[in-house]
C-alpha cells in the first residue's frame, strides 16, 4: 500500500513559523501588539489575503517613516471603528481592545508630539498666488491690481491651496514671482509720473466691434439685434450700422444692440474701444434694459422687472434678483450643504449626474472618509450590456470585489441626490433621448427644445452599517443624529485652512475638546471659530 503522508505536522510547523515571525516582527515596538493582532487581524491580512490593504505579517514598527506612521494610524482608526476584525468575525474583548488601542493611541502621539515640537507643526511655505496678490495690493495701495494670473496655478492638499506640503518655490515660480513684482511696482509708479485730467467719455453699442460682428451671425440665436430704444431695426442688418452711427447723431444717442443673454450661455459685454490710459479707479457706467423678443426674432417687448429668477428653490413667489433670506416650507428638500445648487452642480460632470462624485464628496467632506486612490493595476470593466440606468451600470461594477471595496461606501450617499439634476433642480424622472413620453419646452436660453421622460429616479440605498433611506430626507435625517461627528469634521477643516497644516493623529485631543466646550450652545459657527482661534 502507497505511504500515506500527512499535512498536519506541515501546518503546525507553520503556524509555529508564522507565531514567531509575527513576534519578532513586533519586538521593536514599545508595546504589545503582536497577540492582539495574531488572534483577531492576520487572518485576513497576511501576505496572501490583504482584505483591508494590509500585510500585518510584514508590519514593522517604525513611526519615524511617514508611511508606516499612516500605517499605524489607519490600523488604530480601523479596529476602533470595527472595521477590523469584521463584523463576522468573533470580536475581541472590550479590555483587550481598549489596551491594544490605548497603547497604540499613546505611543503614536507621544512620537508626533516629539516631532512637533523638534520640526514645529506646519511646512514653511511660500504665499499662493492670491495671498501674493492681496499683499502686493495692500503694499501698494492698488485695490485693483491682478497679478495671480502671471503665476502658476497653486497645488491643492487637504482641500485647500494653502498648506506647506505642495507650496515649495521652483525656479519656474520665481521667474513668474519676478514679472509680476516687476508688473506691480511699474502700475504703482505710473500714476506718479502721469496724472491725466478727468475725462468723460461715451461709447455707443453701434460702434463696437463686438457686438456689430454678429449682426449677420446664424443662428439666430448667435445673432445681435440692431435697436432704437425698443424698436427692432432689421433694415439696418448688413448696412453698416458703424456708418450710421458716424453719420446720423440720433442713431449714435439712441441706438442699441440687443443680445441673446442665457443661464447656460453666460455674455460677457465687452466695450473693446475702451483702454485705461493708466492704472488708476475709473467709473464705468453701463446703460442696459431687459426686453423680450418672440421666437421668430421679429417682435421686442419691454422686458418685465421682477423678473423670475432661476433660483432651484422649488418656492412659489420668489421674484426679483435681490438676495433675501426665504423660508423653506417643513416638508422641503432643500436645506443644508447637501442640496445646495451649486454643489450639486460641481459634483456633476457637466451633462449626467454622477453618484459616484456626489457620494465620494459626502464621505470625505462630511463625514471625514475619503475615497482611496484606486490602486495601481489594470482596470478591470464589467459586462455592463443591457443595464439602463446609473444604478445598473454601478451594480454591475460593484461585482468586482476590488471595486466593491469604495463604492459600497460612496455610491449610496450619492443615489440619495439623484433627484436633482445636473444643475441642482428636482427631478422625478430621468431625460431619455430614446423612448418614453415626448415633452416640449422652452429652454434657459430662450430656445425650444424637446427630450423624452425616461426611467423613473430611485434614491433609496443603505450607508454601510446604517439604516436603509428612501430618498435624501431620510438620508440627511441619519446624518443629523450623530451632530459631533459632522461639527468635528468642519472644526478640522476650519483648523486645516487656518493652520496650513493637516490634523495629525496627537491634535485629535484638542479637536475633540473644542467640539464638546461646543456643544451646550448647539455647535454654533462662531462658538466653534473662537474655541479654534
Given amino acids: 500500500m502507497p505511504r500515506r503522508t500527512s499535512i498536519y505536522p506541515l501546518l503546525r510547523n507553520t503556524a509555529v513559523f508564522f507565531c514567531c515571525a509575527v513576534s519578532q516582527l513586533f519586538a521593536q515596538a514599545p508595546f504589545d501588539a503582536a497577540d492582539f493582532l495574531e488572534n483577531h487581524c492576520t487572518s485576513c491580512n497576511d501576505d496572501i489575503d490583504q482584505k483591508s490593504g494590509f500585510d500585518l505579517t510584514s508590519a514593522v514598527w517604525k513611526p519615524d517613516n511617514p508611511a508606516n506612521f499612516s500605517t499605524w494610524v489607519k490600523i488604530h482608526d480601523r479596529v476602533a471603528s470595527g472595521e477590523m476584525p469584521p463584523r463576522k468575525k ?83 515660480q520665481m521667474a513668474r514671482y519676478l514679472k509680476a513684482a516687476d508688473y506691480a511696482l511699474r502700475q504703482a509708479m505710473i500714476p506718479q509720473i502721469v496724472q491725466p485730467p478727468k475725462t468723460v467719455k461715451r461709447y455707443p453699442t453701434w460702434n463696437q466691434d463686438a457686438f456689430v460682428r454678429n449682426i449677420n ?80 426674432f421679429k417682435t421686442i417687448s419691454e422686458g418685465r422687472r421682477p423678473e423670475p429668477v432661476t433660483l432651484y428653490a422649488d418656492i412659489q413667489g420668489v421674484d426679483g434678483v435681490t438676495l433675501r433670506p426665504v423660508k423653506l416650507p417643513p416638508d422641503s428638500v432643500r436645506g443644508g450643504f447637501l442640496t445646495q445648487a451649486s454643489v450639486l452642480k460641481v459634483t456633476s460632470n457637466g451633462t449626467t449626474t454622477s453618484p459616484v462624485m456626489r457620494g465620494a464628496r459626502i464621505m470625505a467632506i462630511l463625514l471625514e472618509k475619503p475615497a482611496p486612490p484606486p490602486a495601481s493595476v489594470p482596470a478591470v470593466e464589467p459586462d455592463t450590456r443591457g443595464v439602463t440606468t446609473i444604478r445598473d451600470q454601478l451594480a454591475k461594477h460593484r461585482t468586482e470585489e476590488s471595486c466593491n471595496a469604495c463604492h459600497r461606501n460612496i455610491d449610496p450617499p450619492g443615489f440619495a441626490l439623484e433627484n436633482f439634476d445636473v444643475m441642482g433642480a428636482w427631478r422625478e424622472r430621468y431625460r431619455s433621448l430614446g423612448e418614453g413620453e415626448p415633452v416640449l419646452g422652452v429652454g434657459h436660453n430662450a430656445q ?86
Fill in 90 to 172: 468573533k470580536r475581541p474583548d472590550t479590555a483587550d481592545l481598549e489596551e491594544f488601542l490605548g497603547n497604540i493611541s499613546s505611543n503614536l502621539t507621544k512620537h508626533e508630539t516629539a516631532t512637533v515640537t523638534r520640526e514645529g507643526r506646519a511646512t514653511k511655505r511660500r504665499l499662493n498666488r492670491f495671498e501674493y496678490e492681496n499683499t502686493l495690493r495692500d503694499l501698494l495701495s492698488l485695490p485693483y491690481l491682478d497679478v495671480k494670473d502671471f503665476l502658476p496655478e497653486d497645488t491643492e492638499a487637504n482641500g485647500f491651496n494653502k498648506t506647506g506640503e505642495p507650496l515649495d518655490v521652483a525656479h519656474v
Fill in 217 to 296: 451671425q446664424i443662428p439666430d440665436r448667435r445673432r445681435t439685434f440692431p435697436m432704437q430704444g425698443l424698436e427692432l431695426k432689421p433694415e439696418f442688418m448688413g448696412k453698416g450700422v458703424r456708418d450710421l452711427c458716424q453719420q446720423d447723431q440720433k442713431v449714435k444717442e439712441t441706438g442699441s444692440i440687443g443680445i441673446l443673454m442665457s443661464t447656460y450661455e453666460p455674455t460677457e459685454i465687452r466695450f473693446g474701444g475702451f483702454q485705461a490710459p493708466v492704472s488708476g479707479r475709473y467709473r464705468l457706467k453701463i446703460s442696459a434694459n431687459s426686453f423680450w423678443i418672440t421666437y421668430d
Fill in 448 to 533: 425650444a427644445f424637446s427630450f423624452r421622460l425616461g426611467p423613473v429616479v430611485d434614491a433609496s440605498g443603505q450607508m454601510s452599517g446604517g439604516p436603509p433611506f428612501a430618498d435624501v430626507t431620510q438620508l440627511r435625517a441619519h446624518l443629523v443624529k450623530d451632530p459631533a461627528l459632522l461639527v468635528t469634521n468642519l472644526v478640522k477643516q476650519l483648523a486645516v485652512f487656518a493652520t496650513g497644516a493637516p490634523i495629525g493623529f496627537s491634535d485629535r485631543p484638542a479637536i475633540r475638546s473644542i467640539v464638546d466646550r461646543s456643544k451646550p450652545s448647539g455647535y454654533g459657527v462662531r462658538t466653534l471659530v473662537h474655541a479654534l482661534v
